[in-house]
């Protein structure tokens, strides 16, 4: 069974960068794995933020980015604002039966 | 503008059926590459991807569950609806529907969830 890990918590500055990782266990994530990212917060449905590695939707905040980094999938936060405490979610596709997985989530603390 | 909705009990007892209806407006999933997906999320649990229905009826499943699910649309009442069989306490979650844009693999737009609990 294919598994998606990210990291299970970070802590970050008001104002400051972090840079959370989506890795699949059957190898290097790359574009064709269509990295999503999504933002959960208590009590909420998930919001998408990322689809197709890096590109972003209509509302999502600039500071938010999406790459490649080190065989990795990865959602950087630049200038963190309070709001963005959340638990994080990267999605991989993988085409086959296994279509869709889900990484294991980053909660994201602004202190 | 894109909304999903999710409709069904809230409590089932083991062993039963689960039936769920999304029903969307905004987009018709009679057009070419567009898909609505399940997904669901054990309570403080991750997310999990469950089924997807295409435009053209194509349909695939978490190939651990897929002798559970089924996943069937109503093009024209812009429905789909998901059954599980064989309920058991360990699938009390939050189910969500969600939209598959035709542009890329992914879900854009997702319901607010429905609580499932599966309990005696």
């Known amino acids: 069974q294919t598994v998606v890990t990210q990291e299970p918590s970070l802590t970050v500055s008001p104002g400051g960068t972090v840079t959370l990782t989506c890795a699949s266990s059957t190898g290097a994530v790359t574009s064709a794995y269509y990295p999503n990212w999504f933002q959960q917060k208590p009590g909420q449905a998930p919001r998408a933020l990322i689809y197709?590695?890096?590109n972003k939707h209509s509302w999502t905040p600039a500071r938010f980015s999406g790459s490649l980094l080190g065989g990795k999938a990865a959602l950087t936060l630049s200038g963190v604002q309070p709001e963005d405490e959340a638990e994080y979610y990267c999605?991989?596709?993988?085409?086959?039966?296994?279509?869709?997985?889900f990484g294991t989530g980053t909660k994201v603390t602004v202190l | 503008q894109i909304t999903l909705k999710e409709s069904g009990p809230t409590l089932v007892k083991p062993t039963q059926t689960l039936t769920l209806t999304c029903t969307f407006s905004?987009?018709?999933?009679?057009?070419?590459?567009?898909?609505v997906g399940w997904i669901r999320q054990p309570p403080g649990k991750a997310l999990e991807w469950l089924a997807l229905?295409?435009?053209?009826?194509?349909?695939r499943y978490r190939p651990s569950l897929k002798s559970r699910l089924t996943i069937t649309k109503d093009t024209s009442k812009n429905q789909v609806v998901l059954t599980m069989t064989n309920m058991d306490p360990v699938d009390t979650a939050t189910y969500y529907c969600?939209?598959?844009?035709?542009?890329?693999?992914?879900?854009?737009?997702w319901g607010q969830g429905t609580l499932v609990t599966v309990s005696s």
């Open positions: 197709s590695t890096f």
């Open positions: 229905i295409y435009w053209d009826d194509d349909k």
């Open positions: 999605l991989l596709y993988y085409g086959g039966p296994q279509l869709f997985v």
């Open positions: 969600a939209h598959d844009s035709s542009e890329y693999p992914g879900f854009d737009f």
């Open positions: 905004g987009f018709s999933l009679s057009t070419s590459g567009v898909g």
